[in-house]
């Protein structure tokens, strides 16, 4: 399951021609864009071999530097929180979403969280032998 690109494909199906990026990019990146990472992962057991796994996320949205920045990203502030709700492509709900600016940038967190069965890897004990007795002998 590849939540990222998922998050990709939410994102453009939100913002038309919306420019995604994956990686940091050092330079040269267009503006207005996207870019998305996974910011922790949680893994708490369950009974038997079921896990609760909790993703948080961080989008950041850059908007075009050459015009009105806080209007952009009041814009995409509202959008996002009016229409990203749920990851289509890999069904899962958005919890905890949040819009923070920053430096001129919009920081959207959100978590993520999904149960799955984990296959153990481990043997488990086929048998246990016992030695036994009376104390004393008797």
Known sequence: MDIIKGIGKQLAKIV??????????PQGFKEPSFYVYE?????KDEITN?????????????????????KQIDAMRDTLLDNFLVI????????ERKCEPIDGA???????RYRGKYEQEATPMNA?????GLLNGS
Not at 59 to 69: A, C, T
Not at 106 to 112: A, M
């Open 50 to 70: 079921y896990e609760m796994r909790t993703h948080r996320f961080c989008v950041v949205y850059f908007p075009d530097s050459k015009k009105d920045v806080n």
């Open 16 to 25: 038309s021609g919306a420019v995604i990026y994956r990686e940091n990019q």
């Open 128 to 132: 246990l032998n016992q030695k036994g």
């Open 39 to 43: 910011i922790s992962t949680l893994a």
């Open 88 to 95: 289509d492509d890999v069904n899962l709900k958005l919890y």
């Open 106 to 112: 919009l920081n959207f967190t959100f978590k993520v």
